[in-house]
């Protein structure tokens, strides 16, 4: 193996998106391989992207100095710096918040090869596997099926047919992000929240109390951020 890349895209932030990833053989053939979410974001399909390959490679045979090329610092900081900072503060952030994605983090951690490191190459800049991964990546987030070359799909693409109407779909996403942020107990700054449930800033900074807000119970962390927490039934002050 002589070349390893990856890549991630969403189409909207959060979205629906993809992520495409290829490993490069000395015999010059190539692998590739990528998937889909209905809802989800870029940073999230980045991560995926990296720890698909990260598993392929643990099945596979290849030089220690091999790398993983990719266009995210987001992925190449979190992997290679941050992360071992995050584990000493109980998956905090340097300034208290909770880490976003630590899900991925702690498999993209478990993953790690000896060895295999992260390098990064400047996006849309003519490398030809970043940009074959790029467009593996985007055509998943609209719903396509690309041809892959010798790999495999190892998560499926959207359904053209199941796609909701673009404004149903945009709250599904929306939906479906506020049940995740409840699920791992995110705190939300005010402006966050106002994009979330589509009310006006000024309307929430006038909020003190709990309140619901569809299936979620909206409550204050007392540091000027929300949690979301699904809701139990009980408050009448449903948006």
């Not at 053989?25 to 940073?43: K, P």
């Not at 970043?130 to 719903?143: E, K, L, P, Q, T």
């Not at 070359?149 to 190892?154: I, L, P, R």
């Not at 000027?224 to 408050?235: H, P, S």
């Amino acid at each position: 193996m002589v070349a390893a890349a990856c890549d991630g895209a969403c189409s909207g932030n959060p979205g629906p998106g993809g992520w495409g990833a290829l490993l490069r053989f000395e015999d010059g053939s190539v692998h590739e391989m990528g998937g889909a979410e209905r809802a989800t974001t870029n940073n999230r399909m980045e991560l995926t992207a990296a720890l698909a390959l990260l598993e392929a490679l643990r099945e596979l045979p290849h030089d220690s100095g091999l790398t993983i090329r990719t266009d995210s610092r987001y992925l190449i900081d979190g992997y290679s710096k941050w992360i071992q900072g995050w584990k000493r503060k109980g998956w905090r952030t340097a300034s208290g918040g909770v880490v976003l994605n630590r899900d991925l983090w702690e498999q993209l951690d478990q993953a790690r090869l000896p060895g295999v490191e992260l390098v990064h190459v400047k996006g849309h800049s003519g490398d030809p596997d970043n940009d074959r991964c790029d467009a593996i990546a985007v055509a998943f987030s609209h719903g396509q099926m690309p041809a892959m070359a010798a790999g495999e799909v190892v998560a499926s693409a959207r359904i053209e047919a199941d796609v909701p109407p673009p404004g149903l779909q945009q709250l599904l996403s929306r939906l479906e992000l506020a049940d995740r942020l409840a699920d791992q107990g995110y705190g939300l700054n005010l402006v966050e929240l106002a994009q979330l449930v589509e009310q006006p800033l000024q309307q929430l900074e006038s909020r003190s109390d709990p309140w619901v807000w569809r299936d979620w119970q909206v409550l204050p962390l007392g540091d000027g951020r929300w949690r979301l927490q699904r809701n139990a039934g009980g408050l009448a002050d449903r948006e």
